[in-house]
């Protein structure tokens, strides 16, 4: 009897531990559907925090002279996105862009630096990743008034790369030329010039690189 009720027990114990298992398996999609719809909320929020930060970094450059308090109000929901999304780089380029607003140009880099660096650079498409690289030499050339050899040539390798990207980016040939021309290289400095100009005409950095070259080659 002792064998028998032992046999029993046992049967019914796999049997106990089946049904869960079964009841675990099929509780597994709506967990996955309740983590999701978490992670959805999650983004929305992140998403959220991202625009009202763009709005109120938008506004604070339309003052004269900047809004202070709207460009720190900017940072701040900057700052909640990057929490609520950490794997997004648009908020890092946000945050760097209102960093240079209040003056802050070396931790803008640094921002722009984490933006750029895998796997968060993956989130950019082509034309964001190369105006971030733009801003990064702009910034690098603006860190001080001494442009050393090092800098310039940072900012030329994030140049050169913005504009494979962005081949439509007059700014970003025009700031080019102006590196090379620092190096002394006339002839790619004019040539990145005439890039731009016929990118944009109008666009003024290319126009007055572009005479100056062009008197120096004169001369030589």
């Known amino acids: ?13 796999l049997f106990l531990l089946a049904a869960g298992l079964l009841l675990a398996l099929q509780s ?8 999701r719809s978490r992670a959805s909320a999650t983004s929305a ?9 763009a709005q109120l970094l938008s506004r604070a450059r339309s003052t004269s002279p900047p809004s202070i308090s709207l460009a720190k109000s900017a940072l701040s929901h ?5 929490s609520l999304s950490p794997r997004d780089a648009a908020p890092l380029i946000l945050k760097a862009l209102t960093l240079d607003l209040l003056g ?8 722009l630096d984490a933006a750029l660096s895998p796997p968060l650079v993956n989130s950019l498409s082509d ?10 030499a702009e910034l690098q050339l603006e860190l001080n ?4 050899r090092r800098r310039i040539d940072g900012a030329v390798a994030d140049l050169i790369e913005a504009v494979k990207l962005s081949p439509d980016n007059a700014k970003a040939l025009a700031k080019l030329g102006e590196c090379y021309e620092e190096r002394g290289e006339v002839e790619e400095a004019q040539k990145s010039f005439e890039m731009a100009m016929e990118v944009d005409p109008a666009n003024k950095v290319a126009k007055d690189g572009l005479k100056r070259v062009t008197r120096i080659r004169e001369v030589e």
């Open 1 to 13: 009897m002792t064998v028998v009720w032992s046999d029993a027990a046992v049967q019914g114990l």
């Open 45 to 53: 929020q992140a998403h959220r925090h991202f625009i009202t930060g």
């Open 28 to 35: 597994i999609p709506s967990r996955l559907r309740r983590r």
């Open 127 to 136: 034309r964001e990743r190369g105006d971030a690289l733009f801003k990064r």
């Open 78 to 82: 900057a700052d909640l996105a990057i």
């Open 145 to 148: 008034q001494r442009k050393t």
């Open 104 to 111: 802050r140009r070396l931790p803008a880099i640094k921002s």
